[in-house]
């Protein structure tokens, strides 16, 4: 979903006020023409965030949250949107052959921490030999924000993230650097910011789910492969298995898909990389309809009896 | 064709049988192996043979000159010290390039010679392959990967050039480099604490990456 172009004017319009607004306090205008000014402002832009997006190469990245104010004791979200010119892709948790994921540090105001990022489900992506797990087009990558409940305004009031990523194209990668940044000022409510409601309604429904709790996962160990049974109770025709985990699973080996009675057989080859032996293959199970879902397999050393 | 002329693959047995139903899934070949003997043209205009190399510990580096991952290698002198230092004590070391033109780090002779010259880069040879073929032969995935030929031919190393999976030349002083730690062991005789690896770095820009 993209955010509409009015309100990504109001975002950067806020931007240019609110630093209007501090230049101009400690110059000749005194500081409650400035307030008035902010407080005008605020109103006419109907929301009080303010993100502004940078420029990163063949893209642009911006900081964005849920909810429109900081609310003490209220976690929120908010997320890294990265929107990608076409052609040019950035890497999922387990890149797979090459490339590395996005790696974020979080600048918080006291009060506030941040949770692990929430990975979508990947796109597989590759030539035969070379197959990678990636983000193309738009995509959000969310982190919780835990609030404490004695959380209060600071100055600044300012959520930041230095963001370093590689971005890269069939043809070619470029590093990406970004520093982006999030005004929320704390409020005894905050609610959801209509602006970038449909945004995080999306990322979350890419989000992998957790396996339906009547499903039964489990895997062996073959000389070559893992073989992974999930029982769903009824037939599933077709998947495809995401490892969280390097070096476990040959991505660019076809991954064997046999619908069974009440499920899904998948054949998987074993990396030339895996060293020891692993108990449990963690991945993400994409289904045809493009649900997917998060598997802990346990594996067996030996198969069915 | 032009990539016939310039190249000739002799393929280990088994992996011609492999390759003669598959061609581009065919087992790759493994660390413990022998390893595919082929012959490549170099930006020096010479031709190698890796045959003609036995006797010999022989380095295959993958390369590309505007890959953040190799750059970070490059710009720092950590790929020149290990040419340097290895060169000097007996190894053959081929820097090889594998992008396709018109990808990110293909190189004419010339170019490659003069980045060479200006990176005071040391390797024995840097070896052409436009074509793919010398990297597909060897399953190479990244770039910088690291690929170690021991004097009888084996391929006893495959994979990362240190463990930092990173374009971040500050991590290099913190990284253990298994380049020098699998050189250093084998020559000593040892076996190689770390002998697979998972590549690091940018894809190789092959001519086929049809994504």
Known sequence: MQRNAVSMMDARLRIDVDRFSARVAG??????????????????????????????????????????????????????EFKMEH???????????????????WQLPKGLTAGEIKWPAPRKMGASTIVNYVYDGDVLLMAPIRVGADYSASTPDKIEAAVKFLICSD??????KAQVSLAAPAKAQGGQDAGTAAIFAAARARLPKPAPPNWKVSGHKEKDSFVIDIQAGQPISQGYFFPLNESQIDNSAPQVAASLPTGLRLTLRKSGELTKPIGILKGVLE????????LNVPIKFAGPQ | MKRSAI??????????LFSLATPLVFSAPKVGELAPDFSATASNG???HLADFRGKFVVLEWHNNGCPYTRKHYESGN???LQKEWTAKGVVWFTVISSAPGTQGFMTADAENAYMGKMNAAPTAALLDASGDLGHLYDAKTTPQIVIINPQGVMIYDGAID???????????NSKNYVQEALTSAMAGKPLAMSATRPYGCSVKYADASH
């Not at chain 1, 052609?87 to 540090?105: A, F, K, L, Q």
């Not at chain 1, 289904?287 to 998060?294: H, R």
């Open chain 2, 46 to 48: 010479k031709t190698y």
């Open chain 2, 79 to 81: 790929m020149q010290r």
């Open chain 2, 7 to 16: 190249f000739s693959v002799g393929v280990f047995i088994s992996a011609a």
């Open chain 2, 163 to 173: 463990d930092h999976a990173t374009s971040d030349a500050s991590d290099i002083p």
């Open chain 1, 171 to 176: 043809q070619m990668c470029m590093p990406g």
């Open chain 1, 87 to 105: 052609g040019w892709h950035i890497y999922w948790e387990n890149p797979g052959d090459s490339g590395e994921p996005p790696h974020v540090t």
């Open chain 1, 27 to 80: 110059s000749i205008f005194s500081p409650a023409v400035a307030t008035l000014a902010l407080a005008i402002f605020l109103l006419l832009s109907g929301s009080a965030t303010s993100a502004q997006s940078a420029h990163i190469p063949h893209g642009t990245l911006e900081l964005i949250s849920e909810n429109s104010a900081i609310t003490p004791g209220h976690d929120f979200t908010i997320g890294l």
């Open chain 1, 287 to 294: 289904l045809p309809s493009g649900e997917a879902y998060l």
